[in-house]
């Protein structure tokens, strides 16, 4: 469609582009928030701080659809929109590509069904730790955040969290993330390990949380590995998505059933649940490095050079 497209462009301008759209989106959507509230709720504009500190509450299906928006123009359409104006082919220039070999797929799923005990484990542990009371309040907020969205407890109810909470927020965080973050964190880095810890330090700041922010940097690095590894983002939105889901539905289900609020107590079943999750995710791990079909080594958001002088300094 383009004659030329941005990856001909250096790679600095690149980023300002992205971020100058990034910002906007940001702008546009938070100025819009006070205007959804008021047709959703009747307040006033004025009265927008007020909901949000002391009213939110009454409103958890809000809360629910906003932050589902906010994934969408936060996320998903700045990374979408860039990747079209970058290459000719902007869906493979994210990743999505099918998974090479059958067996990455299985073991995608085993590692998303093993991360949730060793995570949500050592979150709990570093709960334990006195970071602050900037720490703790940040924490307070989240949790409560949490409890609004999942207050509700019938199946339907559930699968439109799992959808809400679990399956949009996968989708768009994968495509920013992976799709276009780590493919300029490469571009500068060049190098594999320093590439992971960038991109999974920046996923986990955007999630803004002191006393999960090593948990989620993990979550983050294993994501970031996956994709590395297999070169599809469809692997890391099911894996990302296997988690969420699991998460929201332990969430859901823990205030109600004895059996888990007494597991959570029990500190050799936690334990115990830590070292199984590590040992089997070690072993997925050790499987997908098996049946790795890594990004390429010159992947960039610009064109290599050998391929700028195969197209005569155009895409192809």
């Not at 910002?23 to 205007?35: D, G, I, N």
């Not at 964190?185 to 920046?202: C, D, E, M, N, P």
């Not at 996956?226 to 939105?237: E, F, G, K, Q, R």
């Not at 089997?280 to 992947?299: E, F, G, H, S, Y």
Request: aromatic share 12%; net charge neutral.
């Amino acid at each position: 469609m383009f004659k030329k497209y941005l990856r001909v462009q250096p790679s600095a301008i690149q980023l300002l582009i992205f971020l100058s759209f990034w910002s906007v989106l940001q702008l546009l959507f938070t100025a819009a928030l006070p205007l959804i509230a008021q047709r959703s709720t009747g307040l006033t504009i004025p009265d927008f701080s007020k909901f949000y500190n002391t009213q939110i509450q009454n409103y958890p299906q809000l809360m629910i659809w906003m932050q589902a928006l906010g994934a969408l123009v936060g996320f998903l359409l700045p990374a979408v929109v860039f990747a079209y104006l970058a290459a000719p082919e902007p869906f493979r220039y994210l990743g999505f590509v099918k998974p090479k070999r059958k067996g990455q797929l299985l073991w995608v799923v085993l590692l998303a069904l093993a991360m949730l005990p060793v995570v949500s484990v050592l979150g709990s542990w570093i709960k334990e730790l006195d970071l602050g009371e900037v720490a703790d309040e940040m924490e307070k907020r989240r949790e409560q955040m949490i409890q609004l969205y999942l207050q509700s407890g019938t199946v339907l109810d559930l699968l439109g969290n799992v959808v809400f909470i679990a399956l949009i927020p996968a989708i768009c965080e994968e495509v920013f993330f992976r799709g276009v973050v780590q493919r300029f964190a490469h571009t500068w880095l060049r190098k594999t390990g320093l590439t992971i810890a960038v991109s999974a330090i920046i996923f986990a700041l955007f999630h803004a949380s002191l006393y999960q922010l090593l948990p989620i940097m993990l979550a983050g690095a294993v994501l970031a590995w996956v994709y590395h590894i297999t070169s599809s983002l469809w692997l890391n939105i099911l894996l990302h998505l296997i988690f969420n889901a699991l998460q929201v539905v332990l969430a859901t289900y823990e205030n109600t059933s004895p059996q888990l609020q007494a597991l959570d107590k029990n500190t050799g079943a936690t334990i115990g649940f830590f070292a199984g999750g590590l040992v089997v995710a070690l072993l997925a791990i050790w499987q997908l490095n098996r049946a790795r079909t890594p990004l390429p080594a010159d992947w960039s958001v610009v064109y290599p050079d050998t391929e700028l002088q195969s197209n005569d300094q155009s895409p192809a």
